[in-house]
């Protein structure tokens, strides 16, 4: 069973395009993210949401907008797509311990190509 | 917002021990110091976390100087497997920042 499963895998797209990707997580976790890997494979975090709230929310252009139905659900709508977007992104989650250490489990990561 | 810093590469052979070291000068007293590997078109995967003095599990050894500004993560006899990015992440309430990750190469 995929603990972290993201779709669409591939999503190649023209610019100005809408496109969501898909997350969900089946551990029963209480946190997730969204992470960008550029080209250069920086690893960015986007956003957090712990309990369907938005605790996390990097400098991120407002074209970006998360969702989280509940908590085993954050999906990633991006509006208005840009060159500039194109990238991995990851889906990760992870149960926040008492003293705050944690553990994430990450997506196998969609790879967005903007043309 | 605390940095870490990581060598951008590293080259070794089947068997070796492997130290990598993270430097995280403006830690946070709330902040871990957690361990992630990567192989290519997959998802990061964690390795080991630690907060003080040294963490052991099954694939690897943490070690934490006592001022915490830094961190040394020892892969013990690395394999041809073990050829990855390997990130320094601290994590802390509200914030998580990667390290630039360092690519590790094991050759035979």
């Known amino acids: 069973d995929t603990a972290v499963s993201q779709t669409p895998k591939y999503l190649v797209t023209q610019m100005g395009n809408d496109k969501s990707i898909k997350c969900e997580q089946n551990?029963?976790?209480?946190?997730m993210y969204w992470y960008k890997q550029d080209s250069k494979k920086f690893l960015k975090i986007m956003f957090s949401y712990n309990n369907k709230e938005l605790i996390i929310n990097e400098t991120v252009p407002n074209r970006f907008s998360p969702k989280s139905p509940d908590k085993a659900h954050l999906n990633l709508h991006i509006n208005s797509l840009e060159l500039g977007d194109s990238a991995v992104y990851f889906c990760?989650?992870?149960?926040?311990?008492?003293?705050?250490?944690?553990?994430?489990?990450f997506g196998p990561g969609t790879r967005l190509t903007v043309t | 917002l605390a940095k870490t810093t990581q060598p951008i590469s590293m080259d070794s052979y089947e068997g070796q021990e492997v130290n990598i070291t993270c430097s995280h000068n403006?830690?946070?007293?709330?902040?871990?110091i957690t361990w992630y590997q990567q192989f290519p078109s997959q998802g990061p995967r964690f390795i080991i976390q630690?907060?003080?003095t040294k963490v052991t599990n099954e694939v690897a050894s943490l070690f934490i100087p006592a001022d915490r500004k830094s961190s040394t993560l020892s892969l013990p006899r690395v394999s041809l497997s073990d050829t990855a990015v390997y990130y320094c992440l601290l994590t802390g309430f509200q914030k998580l920042v990667f390290g630039t990750g360092t690519r590790l190469l094991v050759s035979p």
């Open positions: 551990l029963g976790h209480d946190t």
């Open positions: 990760a989650s992870s149960q926040v311990g008492q003293d705050r250490s944690y553990e994430q489990y």
């Open positions: 403006n830690i946070a007293t709330n902040d871990y």
């Open positions: 630690g907060y003080k």
